[in-house]
Structures are given as structure tokens and as C-alpha cells.
């Protein structure tokens, strides 16, 4: 079974710039989408986008299309979210998770997450 280990949180001002990172270990991810769920405090989990086991094809979130994009090398057994022109509503903790359906009752494992945190 793979694990997921987020990485590259922090604390930016709006209109920053971050990229997150999501490790693969146990397995490759080679052939298994990855998507990108974000929690803010006292709100339900939330789909950001996810992207194809080849990176063929994303799909993102209305609230992120176009300031954030999903990619990946598998060389390296990584998926990345490159996230830009940040808003102080992106503000949350941001978790990866194996499979690529935006609904977050489809998972059943969730790691730590990496918080990001967006000031005005």
C-alpha cells in the first residue's frame, strides 16, 4: 500500500507563491492518480484538483483554476502543487490522496497534511 507524505507548507503573503510536495513511499505512484484536498478550520475537506497516473489529464476546482497546477515526476515518486496568486481563502491544511475522484468520502487514508497559510 502506498504512503503520501505532504511537504512545502508555510506562510505567505496574498499573492505568493507556494509549491507543495507529495512522496510516495511503500510503492510507486507511477500508475495511480494523485489528487489535492485542503481543510480549513471549522470547514468540511475540499477537492483542489487532481491529475492522471501518466499527467495527461488534471482537473481542478473552480475556487484554484488557473492559479494552481498539478504535476508530477515519477522519476522522483512525486506529485507537486504549484500554487500562485494566493489568497488569504486558500488558507488550510492541504492533504494528497491515491485515486483522483473529487469526492472526499472515496478516501479512506489520510496523511498529515501541510499547512498553508495565505496573509492579507
Known amino acids: 500500500q502506498v504512503q503520501l507524505v505532504e511537504s512545502g507548507g508555510g506562510s505567505v503573503q496574498a499573492g505568493g507563491s507556494l509549491r507543495l510536495s507529495c512522496a510516495g513511499s511503500g510503492r510507486t505512484l507511477n500508475f495511480i492518480g494523485i489528487s489535492w484536498f485542503r481543510q480549513a478550520p471549522g470547514k468540511e475537506r475540499e477537492f483542489v484538483g487532481s491529475i492522471n497516473w501518466n499527467g495527461g489529464r488534471t482537473d481542478y476546482a473552480d475556487v484554484v483554476k488557473g492559479r494552481f497546477t498539478i504535476s508530477r515526476d515519477n522519476a522522483k515518486n512525486t506529485v507537486y502543487l504549484q500554487m500562485n496568486s494566493l489568497k488569504p481563502e486558500d488558507t488550510a491544511n492541504y492533504y494528497c490522496?491515491?485515486?483522483?475522484?473529487?469526492?472526499?468520502?472515496?478516501?479512506?487514508?489520510w496523511g498529515q497534511g501541510t499547512q498553508v497559510t495565505v496573509s492579507s
Open positions: 490522496a491515491a485515486g483522483t475522484a473529487r469526492d472526499r468520502q472515496q478516501y479512506k487514508t
